[in-house]
Each structure stands twice: as structure tokens, then as C-alpha cells.
């Protein structure tokens, strides 16, 4: 058999090789593997390429070198996952640079880092002034996390006591000017309701781009038109401005009205109302 056909059949076996390689040992971000888990990707890829091409010129070790180098490193990742002391024998240990606000010296020269690398990592972090740090460690990936102290935290919605409604994906409903129907169907919609909101903001389904419509019905429009501007609709805060002018008049007829049943019947709805309203603010307005 020529060179090239060798070659050529070698290439497309370790091509799926690598495939179901890579599905077996899991899904991992290039920019939070390890040190060890990078060593056994770069190994395994020369192997691939040195069979590829022959260099190898034995299948059968060149496989059992590639077998071993993916075996080994899936055999030592469950036995990190059942072992704390394998997972930090292999995968390191989190190292703390600052603790109670204080700079770690000693850990800082374990991790070969810099007064001032560690200043670009803060920075990285969106804190720019060492002062606001209590906390922050380096994991084994090398990746920097931080926690503020607690004046520095910036407020939520728990710390002002205030009910906020959890939130869910919103589904895109038109990419690149075509209607996606599944998307619509989970949110209980249908192409004749996107075409009536279409037709109500005054634009064409060829001239939208994107499209999508969140868990209160509200749907947002992208156009491939930037000059064209359209205004996105409120449903949830027109609904709320609704609530309160009801409830604004109904004590605005308890005042005005004479009668002493119509005051007490007014007073009672708007107070009604007014409950509704502080219950329904945090899903109508986030």
C-alpha cells in the first residue's frame, strides 16, 4: 500500500479515536484545566500526529502509547473523584494570597507570583484597590477568586429585604429572519401571535435578526436595519403603572365622593389593591 494511503486511512481511524477520546474524558475549559490535565492533552495530540504520519512506524505500540496516556489520565480522574487526597495529589491544591485582607508573602512566592501580577489579577476581577479584598485564593487551575469585604459587597435584592422573581431562559423565536417554532410553543405561543406583535412594532420578519421572548411574554427585536428604531414593549411595567392608577383613583373616589358606604367601599378596594400591588412588584417590575 502507497505512503500517502497509509497516511490517509491512519488520519481518519485517529481522527475518530481522538473524538470519542475527548467525549470519554469529559468536558474541560482550556483556560481552567490543570497543569497535569494540560501535559496528558498536549501528550495525547503528539502521539496522534506522530501515528498520523507515520513517524511511528509501529501501529501496534504507537496505539498502545496512545491507549495508556488516555486510560491512565480517565483511571486517575475517577480516583481524584473518590479521594480527596488523589484529587489534590494530582490536581494541586487552592493556594490563599489574602487572607483576613492581608497578603500572603509566603504563598505568593509559592505560586511564582509578583506584587504586581497579583495587582493585574485583582484588577482582572473588577477590584482595583487591594484595601477592599478580605479574601482571595489561587485554585489549582491557576484561575484567581476573590471575595470583598463585607461594607465593599455590592447590595442585592436579600439585603433590602426585597422579593425578586426568579427568572428563565428566554427562547429566541426568530434567528436570522426565520421563525424557530419549538421556541414559540414553549413559551404557549403560535406564528400568528409573533405576526401580530410584528405588525404592531411596524416591522417585517425578512428585517429581523434576532428575536426573543422572555417568561413574562415581553418580546425583544432585533433588526439587521440598525438605523430603524423601534420601541421594545412593556407589557410587565405597563401593567404595573395600570395597577397603581386604579388604585390611586379608587382612593381618589373615597375622598370625593359623599356618600359613607361609597367612601368605606372605595377605601376598602384601593387598600385591597394596594396588597395586590406589593405582592405582584417584584415579577412586574426586576
Known sequence: MKTWMIILIR????????????????????????????VYYVVISIL????????????AFGLIALGVWIVLPIALEYLSLKS????????????????????MEENL??????????????????????ADVEFAVMESTGEMNILLKSDKKPVTAYDLERNIANQSEPQT???????????????????????????????????????????SGDL????????IQISQPKVKELLYASLEKCQTDFLTFSIETDSKEAKVMYKKNADNLEDIIKKLKPYLLH
Not at 48 to 59: C, D, E
Open 84 to 103: 480527596k487526597y488523589f484529587h489534590d495529589l494530582i490536581n494541586g491544591k487552592e493556594t490563599i494570597l489574602i487572607k483576613n485582607g492581608k497578603v
Open 11 to 38: 488520519s481518519i481511524a485517529l481522527f475518530f479515536i481522538a473524538l470519542i477520546a475527548t467525549k470519554v474524558m469529559g468536558k474541560k475549559h482550556l483556560a481552567k484545566i490543570t497543569p497535569f490535565q494540560f
Open 220 to 227: 425583544y427585536v432585533d433588526l439587521f436595519d440598525d438605523s
Open 48 to 59: 496522534i500526529a506522530l501515528i498520523s504520519v507515520n513517524i511511528i512506524k509501529n501501529l
Open 109 to 130: 512566592s509559592q505560586v511564582r507570583f509578583t506584587g504586581e501580577e497579583l495587582l493585574r489579577e485583582l484588577r482582572s476581577k473588577n477590584s482595583f484597590n487591594l
Open 173 to 215: 423565536v426568530i434567528l436570522d429572519g426565520n421563525i424557530l417554532d419549538e421556541p414559540l410553543r414553549n413559551r404557549g405561543f403560535n406564528r400568528g401571535w409573533l405576526k401580530i406583535q410584528l405588525a404592531s412594532l411596524g416591522v417585517s420578519l425578512d428585517n429581523v435578526f434576532i428575536a426573543q421572548v422572555d417568561e
